[in-house]
């Protein structure tokens, strides 16, 4: 009997290694936080005083990982407010959405979990 061999680490590290540039441009480093076995939590910390908008770094995130632009006429991508104050957002890859670029793969349960670490003014 054959071991099932799980695609989405490795699929996973394809994304990564694209985010981590993005998110270099925002003025974050982005660590993986996880075993990547169902999902890709990532957090995104502050790398200098000041970043461009998360906002923004979580849209072309977005965009990179779907192909698609953000529908919400505002811009906005909801977040949750988490412990520390960090602020959470999901993006999902294959979750019943048939329209993205990564949606190929059996299992809908493909999406990335995202923190992003705030300043705190002095």
């Not at 071991?3 to 925002?26: M, N, Q, R």
């Not at 005083?49 to 995130?61: C, T, W």
């Amino acid at each position: 009997m054959s071991k099932i061999i799980s695609i989405k680490p490795g699929l996973y590290c394809l994304f990564y290694e694209h985010l981590k540039l993005i998110a270099k441009e925002y003025g974050y480093n982005l660590l993986v936080n996880g075993s990547m076995n169902r999902d890709l939590d990532l957090v995104a910390v502050p790398w200098i005083d000041k970043p461009r908008p998360e906002q923004e770094m979580i849209r072309d995130f977005y965009e990179y990982l779907t192909g698609m632009v953000s529908e919400r006429p505002d811009k906005s991508i909801p977040f949750t407010i988490l412990p520390g104050n960090r602020h959470g957002y999901v993006i999902d890859l294959n979750r019943g959405d048939k329209r993205g670029e990564w949606v190929r793969f059996a299992d809908e349960e493909y999406y990335l979990d995202i923190s992003v670490i705030q300043i705190i003014k002095p």
